[in-house]
């Protein structure tokens, strides 16, 4: 049974910082393409971050040189860095494979976490 629990979400003002967690079940973890996605009221989910299993990057223009992704294979988990937070950036954040749902992660998307930016 896979799981993807994210974590590290709350209230934050603007030009603030969060750190996001995911911890990933599954023992081939290392193997996938790891993301952030958020989806925001009324909004489609978007990919804002991804990391290979090599740990080369990409951002969405929305958040690059603001937001920093990183992994831990050994311990299975995906990081967060939200840096400079903007209210636009509220959202419920989700870890999954890149593309989304992959392999054994199929139909799966964890609870999220969110994030609230605001004064």
């Known amino acids: 049974q896979v799981q993807l629990v994210e974590s590290g979400g709350g209230l934050v003002q603007p030009g603030g910082s969060l750190r996001l967690s995911c911890a990933a079940s599954g023992s081939i973890f290392s193997i996938y393409a790891m993301g952030w996605y958020r989806q925001a009221p009324g909004k489609q989910r978007e990919l804002v971050a991804a990391?290979?299993?090599?740990?080369?990057?990409n951002y969405a223009d929305s958040v690059k040189g603001r937001f920093t992704i990183s992994r831990d294979n050994a311990k299975k988990m995906v990081y967060l860095q939200m840096n400079s937070l903007k209210p636009e950036d509220t959202a419920v954040y989700y870890c999954n494979t890149n593309p989304a749902q992959l392999g054994p992660f199929a139909g799966y998307w964890g609870q999220g976490t969110q994030v609230t930016v605001s004064s």
């Open positions: 990391i290979a299993g090599r740990f080369s990057t």
